[in-house]
């Protein structure tokens, strides 16, 4: 039985949640887990893709996801305008 490992194709792919995987997953020294930057935890992918669609149906994910990938933005508006600050007083 060939082995299912993590591919790279799948964080290119929509998670069903409105969210394309590499926004949330990352690829850990095992080929078999995919790392949940969101949950803080690992998945199993050996059933393949749909473990990832699974996981990210989750309710812990989806609530996490609510909260962090929108917290994401939030810290990236802010880096800009400190980015302005230094700026203007350099
Ligand atoms: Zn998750």
Redo the contacts with the bound molecule.
Sequence with gaps: MPKCNARDDWFFKDDMQGYKVSD?GRKTDCSSEIF??????T?DVKKGFQSLTQ??A?K??KQ??HIKLNIKQLTLTTSTNTCLLDYLIT
Aim: proline share 0%; aromatic share 6%; net charge positive.
């Design positions: 949330w949940c930057s969101i949950c803080i935890c998945v996981h990210a989750t812990k994910h996490n996801s």
